[in-house]
């Protein structure tokens, strides 16, 4: 899909008519599109613009649980101008896809009615041009048509935006329920879910038959196994309901901070705050996987302590091989035969109690069989193997508390200035302010107390899924046993199987497909990182558990050990690979858009992004702010040549917002430099 | 068809396990889970009669 | 010295709900990461307290070579070097169960007072699970003060 044109009128900040005219790759290299504004002027409202008028969404996924009133979509000026009568609201939508040309247009009516503004859907066109021709497609089948091109389950692949980064470099459960729910929808797997879900109903009411008949064991062995898998129920749903009481309080979080944005003499206390708590999340994150490293190193460390044995014993060993014991130079059953024929192998007879006869008492003792000297030799070459490991694993361990205690100290440096900022805030004049920032520190500490639950209830969880396992095998066991004669047991194992097949397949398919992915976007990371990174970093993985993972040059985990910028490209990349995997192609077919990309990436990680999006994607569309997009951002993209267009959001005298086109040669102009800030 | 590449991975398992597989994704394909449960239980019984004739 | 991997080791079984909560809440990998902890514990401060009753709790075959090694090292010091004592993984692994018995409570009074729940510490001791987030790091910097200085260096 190749976005043309798009025209909005009256749609959120934009009063009127607006054209937006988007660089294609048919007009020759040039494939990417700077939108240029400050915070609020209608950046992702040109995306939502996009999404309302090819799927008719109202919703993005950053709106999270924001009641449909609040996102309103036609333009309140116009409402204000007219009120009382009815107000169009529109967006057109001119795209090619595959060697045919669409003109979609969706339009809605909206008015104020006093307080109430009513919103009603009152348009919806498409017309196709295919070999010359055009002709309307039908209003039923329109939808299809374009969830054909672009399926809305991943639209929101392709909009990049900073809280989706930040929610990807945590390894949260809101992480994982995003790159599960992300795979689950490019697989379009839904008829194997609901399979495997009526089959287990089906498997369920079978063995609760079963558990009313008379095999004792049997009935034991199901009613633990319902009591196990219950218990399980009972943890998910638990689960669930603690990720969206966080989410609702992160939301509630955001609410609070832009009531307390108001206020405007504590605004760069607000910045600063928020600065603060996403480092304090990032460092947060590392103790993490600094708790996970520790966890990993526990069996190293361990050994240390009884160190001295393990030498002592290995150099006993080495003694006993340099003075031919083990092995032994002599073997046990020779000496042992010399013994009991009392003659020596030259012939010479020993009698018992002479001084050749102690020697070869004495060898005796010395020796031992041949199985326990391979066990000896064996166990000398593992003693040897952890004993010149001691040094590393000494050092590892004083690595891993120091860096622990490094990060610690972060955040203790970081919380003292959060209560600085806090008291500054707090000790506004506005009263209000106040109210608003307890709360706020209620939300936090609620947020922290709801994660820990969280952790605690995945760790109880995972214990009961091996228990599950473990019950399910000696529950089949029992069924064959009793199975032979009996058809119940037979209709219970044979649902039982054919949902473990299912089941199975489903982990294949996920598992192919994370593969895929962790390949794809390994290949967008190398290019993308820095050249410290590229020596350092080698790959991105999806784990079994969703989480994301980023392995070393030695194939070592090593998330816990990458910096902010680099979290980021490694989240852009996951992301791209998403999206790439969606696409089924090399190139990413549907407009990328990336909002405020850059935050805080590295010069060399800026000029790789600058550089290879436009080869992996076929439009970029840049939404950009004035910090993150200067003058230095636009040369690069300038010497790339991948550059087509610019437009400017700006803010007209009533509060709206005007896209006024630039061009690209005198874009420098309007920018600012790195200088400006300083 | 994701449904027929799915069918193509349970080629592994027994034919009972096969067919009632099968059958369970291609009704889910057009019916709920309440309804393809139901019509699942009479799969069931017909395949576990097959078992038994089997096997005698 | 064959590091049988069908053995069931095992422990008091007022240390069950311990195990299992350690875990479950992220404390150690797994049962036979703490089990390894107890024994050096148990035989670097000879602590050697026999099972008055046996509960099992893993099978050997998830004990790693490093383990097993380290294992046989102490019974063959213990017994002045006589491999007959390291012939049976079996006896081998009863001895360590009560180093690991004995260490075990010398880890619950010197590290994991501070994360039982109150109620639980005289009788099976548990984790309380909302101060326990810390232990991984615990463990570590208890095992670094416990172990020797010396110049590892070979």
Same mark, same amino acid.
């Given at each position: 899909?190749?976005?043309?044109?798009?025209?909005?009128?009256?749609?959120?900040?934009?009063?009127?008519?607006?054209?937006?005219?988007?660089?294609?790759?048919?007009?020759?290299?040039?494939?990417?599109?700077?939108?240029?504004?400050?915070?609020?002027?209608?950046?992702?409202?040109?995306?939502?613009? =996009?999404?309302?008028?090819?799927?008719?969404?109202?919703?993005?996924?950053?709106?999270?649980?924001?009641?449909?009133?609040?996102?309103?979509?036609?333009?309140?000026?116009?409402?204000?101008?007219?009120?009382?009568?009815?107000?169009?609201?529109?967006?057109?939508?001119?795209?090619?896809?595959?060697?045919?040309?669409?003109?979609?247009?969706?339009?809605?009516?909206?008015?104020?009615?006093?307080?109430?503004?009513?919103?009603?859907?009152?348009?919806?066109?498409?017309?196709?041009?295919?070999?010359? $021709?055009?002709?309307?497609?039908?209003?039923?089948?329109?939808?299809?048509?374009?969830?054909?091109?672009?399926?809305?389950?991943?639209?929101?692949?392709?909009?990049?935006?900073?809280?989706?980064?930040?929610?990807?470099?945590?390894?949260?459960?809101?992480?994982?329920?995003?790159?599960?729910?992300?795979?689950?929808?490019?697989?379009?797997?839904?008829?194997?879910?609901?399979?495997?879900?009526?089959?287990?109903?089906?498997?369920?009411?079978?063995?609760?038959?079963?558990?009313?008949?008379?095999?004792?064991?049997?009935?034991?062995?199901?009613?633990?196994?319902?009591?196990?898998?219950?218990?399980?129920?009972?943890?998910?749903?638990?689960?669930?309901?603690?990720?969206?009481?966080?989410?609702?309080?992160?939301?509630?979080?955001?609410?609070?901070?832009?009531?307390?944005?108001?206020?405007?003499?504590?605004?760069?206390?607000?910045?600063?705050?928020?600065?603060?708590?996403?480092?304090?999340?990032?460092?947060?994150?590392?103790?993490?996987?600094?708790?996970?490293?520790?966890?990993?190193?526990?069996?190293?460390?361990?050994?240390?302590?009884?160190?001295?044995?393990?030498?002592?014993?290995?150099?006993?060993? #080495? &003694?006993?091989?340099?003075?031919?014991?083990?092995?032994?130079? +002599?073997?046990?059953?020779?000496?042992?035969?010399?013994?009991?024929?009392?003659?020596?192998?030259?012939?010479?007879? =020993?009698?018992?109690?002479?001084?050749?006869?102690?020697?070869?008492?004495?060898?005796?003792?010395?020796?031992?069989?041949?199985?326990?000297?391979?066990?000896?030799?064996?166990?000398?070459?593992?003693?040897?193997?952890?004993?010149?490991?001691?040094?590393?694993?000494?050092?590892?361990?004083?690595?891993?508390?120091?860096?622990?205690?490094?990060?610690?100290?972060?955040?203790?440096?970081?919380?003292?200035?959060?209560?600085?900022?806090?008291?500054?805030?707090?000790?506004?004049?506005? &009263?209000?302010?106040?109210?608003?920032?307890?709360?706020?520190?209620?939300?936090?500490?609620?947020?922290?107390?709801?994660?820990?639950?969280?952790?605690?209830?995945?760790?109880?969880?995972?214990?009961?899924?091996?228990?599950?396992?473990?019950?399910?095998?000696?529950?089949?066991?029992?069924?064959?046993?009793?199975?032979?004669?009996?058809?119940?047991?037979?209709?219970?194992?044979?649902?039982?199987?054919? &949902?473990?097949?299912?089941?199975?397949?489903?982990?294949?398919?996920?598992?192919?497909?994370?593969?895929?992915?962790?390949?794809?976007?390994?290949?967008?990371?190398?290019?993308?990182?820095?050249?410290?990174?590229?020596?350092?970093?080698?790959?991105?993985?999806?784990?079994?558990?969703?989480?994301?993972?980023?392995?070393?040059?030695?194939?070592?985990?090593?998330?816990?050990?990458?910096?902010?910028?680099?979290?980021? =490209?490694?989240?852009?990349?996951?992301?791209?690979?998403?999206?790439?995997?969606?696409?089924?192609?090399?190139?990413?077919?549907?407009?990328?858009?990336?909002?405020?990309?850059?935050?805080?990436?590295?010069?060399?990680?800026?000029?790789?992004?600058?550089?290879?999006?436009?080869?992996?994607?076929?439009?970029?569309?840049?939404?950009?702010?004035?910090?993150?997009?200067?003058?230095?951002?636009?040369?690069?993209?300038?010497?790339?040549?991948?550059?087509?267009?610019?437009?400017?959001?700006?803010?007209?005298?009533?509060?709206?917002?005007? +896209?006024?086109?630039?061009?690209?040669?005198?874009?420098?102009?309007?920018?600012?430099?790195?200088?400006?800030?300083? | 068809?994701?449904? #027929?590449?799915? +069918?193509?991975?349970?080629?592994?398992?027994?034919?009972?396990?096969?067919?009632?597989?099968?059958?369970?994704?291609?009704?889910?394909?057009?019916?709920?889970?309440?309804?393809?449960?139901?019509?699942?239980?009479?799969?069931?019984?017909?395949?576990?009669?097959?078992?038994?004739?089997?096997?005698? | 010295?064959?590091?049988?991997?069908?053995?069931?080791?095992?422990?008091?079984?007022?240390?069950?709900?311990?195990?299992? $909560?350690?875990?479950?809440?992220?404390?150690?990998?797994?049962?036979?990461?703490?089990?390894?902890?107890?024994?050096?514990?148990?035989?670097?401060?000879?602590?050697?307290?026999?099972?008055?009753?046996?509960?099992?709790?893993?099978?050997?075959?998830?004990?790693?070579?490093?383990?097993?090694?380290?294992?046989?090292?102490?019974?063959?010091?213990?017994?002045?070097?006589?491999?007959?004592?390291?012939?049976?993984?079996?006896?081998?692994?009863?001895?360590?169960?009560?180093?690991? $018995?004995?260490?075990?409570?010398?880890?619950?009074?010197?590290?994991?007072?501070?994360?039982?729940?109150?109620?639980?510490?005289?009788?099976?001791?548990?984790?309380?699970?909302?101060?326990?987030?810390?232990?991984?790091?615990?463990?570590?910097?208890?095992?670094?003060?416990?172990?020797?200085?010396?110049?590892?260096?070979?």
């Amino acid at each position: 899909m190749i976005l043309h044109k798009m025209t909005v009128e009256n749609f959120r900040q934009f009063r009127g008519k607006h054209v937006l005219e988007f660089v294609t790759p048919s007009q020759g290299k040039a494939n990417v599109t700077v939108i240029f504004g400050e915070n609020g002027r209608g950046k992702t409202g040109l995306f939502r613009a =996009i999404m309302f008028c090819l799927f008719g969404e109202r919703r993005l996924s950053q709106d999270g649980d924001v009641p449909l009133e609040e996102l309103q979509l036609v333009n309140i000026s116009a409402l204000v101008e007219y009120l009382g009568q009815p107000v169009l609201t529109s967006v057109e939508l001119e795209f090619t896809h595959r060697e045919q040309s669409y003109s979609l247009r969706r339009a809605i009516r909206g008015m104020k009615d006093g307080e109430q503004i009513f919103e009603e859907d009152y348009e919806k066109r498409l017309f196709l041009t295919s070999d010359g $021709n055009t002709k309307p497609v039908p209003a039923t089948e329109v939808d299809n048509i374009i969830n054909n091109i672009l399926d809305r389950r991943v639209k929101d692949y392709f909009l990049f935006d900073g809280e989706k980064i930040e929610r990807l470099t945590r390894a949260s459960i809101e992480q994982r329920r995003e790159i599960s729910a992300g795979i689950r929808n490019l697989l379009n797997v839904d008829a194997l879910e609901t399979a495997i879900k009526a089959i287990g109903r089906v498997a369920k009411s079978l063995e609760s038959e079963l558990s009313n008949s008379s095999h004792e064991e049997l009935s034991k062995l199901l009613k633990r196994l319902g009591d196990n898998e219950d218990a399980q129920g009972r943890f998910r749903k638990r689960l669930d309901e603690l990720a969206d009481e966080i989410r609702l309080a992160r939301q509630e979080i955001d609410k609070t901070d832009k009531e307390l944005d108001k206020f405007n003499e504590i605004r760069h206390w607000l910045e600063r705050r928020k600065s603060l708590e996403l480092e304090l999340r990032d460092q947060e994150q590392q103790v993490e996987d600094a708790l996970k490293e520790m966890r990993n190193i526990v069996c190293k460390a361990t050994s240390l302590i009884v160190a001295p044995t393990v030498i002592k014993v290995f150099e006993h060993i #080495d &003694q006993q091989k340099q003075k031919g014991e083990i092995p032994s130079e +002599i073997r046990r059953d020779l000496i042992e035969r010399i013994l009991e024929e009392q003659k020596c192998i030259c012939g010479s007879k =020993i009698c018992v109690g002479s001084d050749a006869y102690s020697h070869i008492i004495d060898w005796l003792e010395r020796t031992s069989d041949v199985k326990t000297q391979d066990a000896a030799l064996n166990l000398w070459r593992y003693l040897s193997e952890v004993r010149n490991h001691f040094s590393d694993d000494a050092d590892l361990v004083e690595k891993r508390l120091q860096q622990y205690g490094n990060i610690r100290s972060t955040i203790a440096n970081i919380n003292r200035n959060l209560e600085n900022v806090s008291t500054q805030i707090g000790t506004s004049e506005r &009263q209000d302010a106040t109210k608003l920032d307890d709360h706020r520190k209620l939300l936090q500490d609620n947020i922290i107390s709801l994660e820990a639950e969280a952790r605690n209830i995945q760790g109880q969880l995972e214990q009961r899924v091996q228990g599950n396992e473990r019950l399910r095998a000696s529950l089949k066991e029992e069924k064959m046993k009793v199975g032979r004669n009996d058809e119940l047991s037979r209709r219970s194992i044979l649902a039982r199987d054919t &949902q473990d097949a299912l089941e199975d397949v489903y982990k294949q398919f996920t598992r192919e497909i994370k593969d895929l992915i962790g390949e794809s976007a390994t290949q967008l990371f190398q290019v993308l990182l820095d050249k410290e990174g590229r020596e350092n970093l080698r790959s991105i993985v999806v784990n079994a558990d969703y989480s994301l993972q980023v392995l070393d040059r030695y194939k070592k985990p090593f998330l816990a050990n990458i910096s902010a910028g680099q979290r980021q =490209i490694m989240s852009i990349s996951f992301i791209a690979a998403l999206a790439k995997t969606a696409a089924r192609g090399d190139k990413i077919e549907i407009p990328l858009f990336m909002d405020t990309p850059f935050g805080r990436l590295s010069y060399e990680h800026r000029q790789n992004l600058i550089n290879q999006v436009p080869l992996f994607a076929s439009q970029w569309i840049l939404l950009a702010t004035d910090t993150e997009f200067r003058r230095q951002e636009a040369q690069l993209l300038k010497r790339s040549e991948t550059w087509g267009k610019f437009f400017i959001l700006r803010l007209t005298k009533d509060g709206n917002t005007e +896209i006024v086109e630039q061009d690209i040669n005198s874009a420098l102009a309007v920018l600012r430099d790195e200088e400006d800030y300083q | 068809m994701i449904s #027929d590449k799915i +069918i193509e991975k349970l080629s592994k398992y027994p034919d009972e396990v096969q067919e009632l597989a099968t059958q369970a994704i291609r009704l889910s394909e057009s019916f709920s889970e309440a309804a393809v449960a139901e019509q699942l239980q009479t799969v069931v019984r017909r395949l576990a009669k097959q078992q038994e004739g089997d096997s005698q | 010295m064959k590091m049988d991997g069908d053995i069931r080791v095992a422990t008091e079984p007022k240390y069950k709900e311990l195990y299992n $909560n350690m875990k479950s809440f992220r404390a150690i990998d797994d049962f036979h990461d703490l089990f390894f902890l107890c024994a050096c514990v148990g035989y670097r401060k000879a602590q050697f307290i026999p099972l008055q009753r046996r509960d099992d709790r893993f099978w050997s075959r998830t004990i790693t070579p490093r383990e097993w090694a380290c294992y046989y090292s102490m019974v063959l010091e213990q017994n002045d070097f006589n491999y007959g004592k390291v012939s049976d993984d079996k006896e081998v692994l009863t001895i360590i169960e009560s180093y690991a $018995n004995g260490g075990m409570a010398i880890l619950i009074e010197d590290l994991l007072g501070d994360y039982l729940l109150p109620t639980s510490r005289s009788a099976d001791p548990q984790l309380d699970p909302a101060c326990c987030k810390e232990l991984p790091k615990q463990f570590v910097h208890y095992i670094f003060e416990q172990s020797e200085s010396e110049n590892w260096d070979s």
